[in-house]
């Protein structure tokens, strides 16, 4: 058995290792039926067709010709965890900066992780989502966010450490791409 795709095995081992966690995890939820669907039903679905549609992948990674250009290289760590990074420091910092100020750092800083990036593009996509964002979710669904930032002396502890470190790290991460351009 000679792999003949690394992009197509890697991706069919990443999909079937996800889908069987979402299987896996929505356990702890009531599945309910398919007439009434508990929280569980939804995730161990999506979970299951994930993981055949990856093994699906992974075993035309093994059939056919080679691919000269299948080499998938190193991976990069400093990608993953600016995005996962990102999406963290989000999550802390949407309850005490509110929506205005937390969706463009996330996007701007989200948007590092970029091989092309562009300080010019991350802040219109930055300006366009907080828009698209209040829009959907505030006036389109009803959903009650904190818009502006709540006055630092009522910060969790953690959230006081964190959320300043964070923004300390983001910006040196920001000038170092911006001066290696």
């Known amino acids: 058995m000679h792999i003949k795709s690394q992009q197509d095995f890697w991706a069919g081992i990443m999909f079937v290792a996800i889908g069987v966690g979402f299987a896996l995890f929505s356990g702890a939820y009531d599945m309910g039926t398919p007439a009434r669907m508990g929280p569980g039903y939804f995730p161990f679905w999506l979970g299951v067709c994930l ?15 080679a691919k000269e250009d299948s080499d998938i290289g190193h991976f990069d760590w400093d990608i993953l965890f600016l995005i ?12 005490h900066l509110g929506l205005y100020i937390s969706v463009p750092l ?3 800083f989200s948007s590092l992780a970029s091989h092309e990036f562009s300080i010019k593009i991350a ?8 828009l698209f964002t ?15 930032p709540v006055p630092f002396g009522e910060w969790s502890l ?3 450490i964190f959320v300043p470190l964070s923004l300390i790290i983001a910006v040196v991460t920001l000038a170092r791409r911006l001066k290696g351009k």
């Open 106 to 108: 996330l996007i701007i």
């Open 51 to 65: 993981a055949l549609l990856g093994a699906v992948v992974f075993m035309t990674s093994l059939r056919g010709e």
């Open 123 to 130: 802040i219109f996509n930055a300006i366009f989502l907080t």
């Open 134 to 148: 209040w829009l959907a979710f505030i006036k389109g669904l009803g959903l009650i966010f904190p818009l502006l």
């Open 158 to 160: 953690l959230a006081q």
């Open 84 to 95: 996962i990074g990102s999406i963290a420091v989000f999550a802390l910092m949407l309850d």
